[in-house]
């Protein structure tokens, strides 16, 4: 039997972890914000011109995804991941290039 956790287990589990070590009072923050935005009428609106977000994410939620950057080892498992609550901090290239180094043996400049 097979006991590699999916790629879905993964990340739920990266995602679990992340909130405790990184920033929960950061996940508080985001969902007191989210909650002050729809007090705004934003859905509303999003409705009127179209946007149904929960549709558009196809499961019925109104929830905008966090920016993630993942390397896959050949063994299915997540050897490196970079996942941030601000989508303005992105990986640095030069991280997911040496992850990628270490799993393939490449060089990179």
Same mark, same amino acid.
């Given at each position: 039997?097979?006991?590699?956790?999916?790629?879905?287990?993964?990340?739920?589990?990266?995602?679990?972890?992340?909130?405790?070590?990184?920033? *929960?009072?950061?996940? !508080?923050?985001?969902? %007191?914000?989210? $909650?002050?935005?729809?007090?705004?009428?934003? /859905?509303?609106?999003?409705?009127?011109?179209?946007?149904?977000?929960?549709?558009?994410?196809?499961?019925?939620?109104?929830?905008? *995804?966090?920016?993630? !950057?993942?390397?896959? %080892?050949?063994? $299915?498992?997540?050897?490196?991941?970079?996942? /941030?609550?601000?989508?303005?901090?992105?990986?640095?290239?030069?991280?997911?290039?040496?992850?990628?180094?270490?799993?393939?043996?490449?060089?990179?400049?």
């Amino acid at each position: 039997m097979n006991t590699t956790p999916t790629l879905t287990q993964q990340l739920a589990d990266y995602k679990a972890d992340f909130i405790q070590r990184v920033a *929960p009072e950061r996940v !508080t923050m985001m969902e %007191g914000a989210t $909650g002050d935005l729809r007090a705004t009428g934003i /859905e509303t609106r999003a409705l009127q011109v179209g946007n149904d977000v929960p549709v558009l994410n196809g499961n019925g939620r109104s929830l905008l *995804p966090l920016p993630a !950057t993942c390397v896959i %080892g050949r063994d $299915g498992r997540i050897v490196f991941a970079h996942v /941030e609550s601000d989508y303005r901090e992105r990986a640095e290239p030069a991280d997911v290039l040496a992850a990628v180094a270490r799993q393939t043996g490449a060089h990179f400049v």
